[in-house]
């Protein structure tokens, strides 16, 4: 096999000059020796693209530009990187490049699981290259493995943290017992949380890394709007204790899942929202902002995935070795691993996605009660793992032979007070646990439900 | 850009046929669909090499052959997996095939480790790919996010627990406090490991793995004859409780680090030995026979990759996630990156790397003994960061006012009982550590070394 020979170097077109931007900048001049070296050829900046030049004295003058579009078709230009984010002007300015043939790096989560297939049709109609591992997990190389070295096994299921604030937000309440509302204060007063959280509290972020997981893991395409999605808003004080009691810790978990139905036709579950997973799960370990993500897969098991999962220099660190991989299938005349989207799997709806729940009910203290509680997980074929309850109720309620091994001591609470039942289910169809805490909600016997939070990890 | 089109099957040659050969075949047979799908044209095996065909009924039995040289060089072989192990006859076996321009596949880390270089040259001379994600940490992508993913990061330091034997040991030893006999004897009942286990316990096979992890990390030649090793059959049931009231735990770590000396010229230390690290560090949590590399870069910080290190199932996965990169190399046209060996650094003696040891020392309980025992470090130029003692001598040897800070309760032992020191030092060069050990040993005031063991990763 002959090997062509390229001596220009391979020029590159930054757009947008934020946190990431200037990180990126400054290690392509910094690291300019060893660029080259990996590359084969120079690496040289053509030109950096902002809306405002007099904002950026850090960048020579003489390649400062308000023009995209003229620096995205200019001469010399190979690789476009963009860090910019948001969808547009992203999505135009990076279908442009790729219908010019450039390669594309990119960070923007948001365009990918948004406009995915729309890029990948544009990258496959002029051969150009399109990476992304900066998109999810910073500088945790994971889209690579997933599309790389998993190419020859079978992924059943990707578990991850991806979202870093919410995960200071979930373990700072852990550690502090503090309700959601103070924490999130204080998090954003240490600069840990954007001005408006919403799209990380609310999910949104997750649910754009989870829909590009999820493409990458089953060769399917997955977009934001395929994510069943529940933020962490909702988590209370009272669901970090009961979580403590079980041996388990809350957080916001990304979940992408190969499913069959009952017809064994496989399917994909992609959903995130705060899940209580066991203490000793590797994932339960990763504090503060770090990322991490866990990966099962038919013959390489259980994998793990470690690191920070945002910030300027892990961002651009991701964005420079993507940047390495473009250019050198360009010195070699080749180009990267395409969109796999040929299993074209199903998406399952969160109503049948089987699911496990845990929920702490303030009953009435008196005869009964746990009978008419059972008979509504009954009545909606949901089966249930664990009962524990303190107050007198359940002892009360059942022959003293034929309570459930797993029930506590009963710790008989003072004359009048209720009782508290803390149930664990087995996976049953996510739709028959909702209508089931509904129907709780509803019962007399049921004074409040303290908690209400899925259950994951249990099974390695 | 035009996107060179191939119709003809990827054709695929197996040396070997074991436990990890076995699982290979399983695999192209089981998941031959889904592929051809990812290589964009079907993946075919054109034949067998084992030594024993009588031996082989799950092979079909007109794929078998004795002739691997016939094999490597028969028409439409693409891709020569090779599954046989050691260094002899594969290291031929792989230079004809690399010669011949196959593509190959290699899980053989012994042979990297030694033969690297020359197979390198030869992968080079003809353009044919050399991929050997298998080669460690088993099904962990690792290799590629070193040689890819961070290509545009400077890693400072590599980390990795890359034998699941030794570390099943040390874990054992750690939840039962027996001794390293006692616990190989078990660990070898129950099958995980090998009847002759020099390889694993003695830690050749860790170094195999650092030399190929050295040079990706620093682009730079190592082979296991540049690593300084030790293994862990000194480790004692003294050490590892001496640990444990460190707050620590024992690891055999493979330890790849960049390190400037006094005039900042840049080096590479490799190194494995058994170390005492933070309960609180990633690695820390590394149980039974799970490997995990722990990577860190200027911009990424730090990473950690985590999964099954060995075991026929995970190795064929990332035996299968090479082949399909090389296959859609060939069907593209190109290949994939080169060896890397442009840093060229010099490989830094154990002696001159800098390092902290912890001591405990069962010393006669009589005033003086510390600062006989101060002394030693003193002439050696060792810092020491910490001293505690049971017993008397340590109080007794020093005025009230002047004890250092770290110094723990004074437990007067019965009378005539020794004292127990136990010292971390500073970093400082390995060798005036070992001096610093030699020369204490033969002081008259110590009665004995009990535990002597690095300590690392203090520092996150």
Redesign the interface.
Known sequence: ???PVRVAPIGVALLGCGTVGR?VLR?LTE?SG??A??VGVAVRLVGVAVRRPQRHPEVPAELLTTDTVELINRDGVDVVIEVIGGVEPARSLLLAALRA?RGVVTANKALLAECGPELYAAADA???DLYF?AAVA????LL??LR???????ITRVTGIVNGTTNFILSAMDSSGAGYGETLAEVSRLGYAEADPTADVEGYDAAAKAAILASLAF?TRVTSADVYREGIAEVSAADILAARELGRTVKLLAICERVADSAGTEGVSARVYPAMIPRSH?LA?VGEAYNAVFVE????????????GA?G??T??????????VA??RV????G?RE?A??DLPIRPMGDTLTSYHLSLEVLDRPGVLAQVAQVFAEHEVSIMVVRQTGRALDQALPSNAGPSNAGPSNAGPAGAGANLVIVTHLAPDAALRSTVDKLAGLDVVRDVVSVMRVEGEVK
Chains 1, 2 share one sequence.
């Open positions: 096999m002959s090997r990180e290690l690291q060893e660029l070296a990996r043939g002029t051969g150009a591992e910073g500088a945790i190389p690579r493995p790389e070295s998993l190419a020859g096994d079978r060769h590797p370990t897969a038919d013959a390489a098991g259980a994998l793990m995935f470690y690191g920070q910030g220099p892990p651009a660190s991701a964005v420079l070795g993507d940047l390495v991989a050198r299938n070699a005349g080749g180009y691993p796999s040929y299993a």
